[in-house]
């Protein structure tokens, strides 16, 4: 029996059709999958409905842990902030509606104000109880400012609301030059989700990107401290195999996922 519950998000087989993707998750075995807004969008455009997600989910006996994601909440104000809410809200009510628990909330790239940011999360996470959704605060390691795990922390503690959590994944701690350690400062209230993927050795850490993850265990990162970091602080959520991985994309979507669960086990259960 594992300890963890396993997803995998739409990103490892991002140019397949939204529907395509949650029959192949559930015929890979995974019990989750994470849903791209722009995927959920696109399929609303060409005639689709929510509706039609929920179906899919309930065949093939998935649930969502989250959606991704919303951006420009963080560092806006006045009449901006108000549209950038709007949006927000609209893809809240998006996420509860595809039955997610969480919806994630992207850092800027820039230098942050840490104050507005708190706030603004603070707002976000009243927005989403009042629909039943949770945002999560994500760290991204290629940014400027928010790019480990104490940054995001610091962002759900002044905030002060209870629904306050974070995004673990492994490559952002990497790609930002944090602590895996930094893990063991954190509660399992307090992580929504672990991502889960690799980092090769090269290139450098600070020239890697996004398109640079592969498979957990064809890495060069300490995936079985990681593990063994959750279990020591008693997560036992989801983790979810994310990689933006181009070569992957070419390859046959249902062996890539099933692949990419394979190695998770073998990482995460050894």
């Not at 707002?123 to 795990?149: C, Q, R, T, W, Y």
């Not at 307090?190 to 290139?203: E, G, L, M, T, V």
Request: charged share 25%; hydrophobic share 40%; aromatic share 8%.
């Amino acid at each position: 029996m594992s300890d963890f519950k396993y997803a995998l998000n739409s990103s490892t087989i991002r140019p397949v059709p939204l529907l395509e993707k949650i029959r192949i998750a559930g015929a890979a075995g995974y019990a989750g999958i994470e849903l791209w807004h722009d995927d959920i969008e696109s399929h609303l455009a060409q005639g689709g409905q929510l509706h039609d997600i929920v179906v899919a989910l309930d065949e093939h006996n998935l649930r969502v842990p989250t959606t991704i994601h919303m951006k420009g909440w963080f560092e806006s104000a006045g009449d901006e902030h108000t549209a950038n809410m709007d949006a927000c809200k609209w893809k809240m009510e998006q996420a509860e509606a595809v039955g997610a628990t969480y919806i994630i909330a992207g850092p800027p790239r820039e230098t942050a104000d840490r104050t507005l940011g708190a706030k603004n999360y603070r707002e976000l996470l009243e927005i989403g109880h009042e629909i039943g959704i949770k945002p999560a605060m994500e760290f991204l390691g290629f940014v400027e400012d928010i790019n480990s795990i104490e940054d995001a922390l610091e962002i759900i503690t002044h905030a002060e609301h209870p629904d306050g959590t974070i995004v673990l994944d492994p490559f952002h701690i990497f790609r930002g030059g944090g602590s895996m350690e930094s893990i063991a400062q954190l509660s399992p209230a307090q992580i929504a989700i672990c991502h889960f993927n690799d980092a090769p050795a090269q290139p450098p850490r600070e020239q890697q990107a996004d398109r640079d993850r592969v498979y957990p265990g064809d890495g060069s990162v300490d995936l079985k401290r990681m593990i063994a970091l959750l279990k020591q602080i008693g997560y036992d959520g989801w983790l979810s195999l994310e990689l933006f991985n181009e070569e992957l994309w070419q390859q046959d979507p249902l062996e890539v996922a099933k692949t990419g669960l394979d190695k998770m086990r073998a990482v995460a259960e050894a």
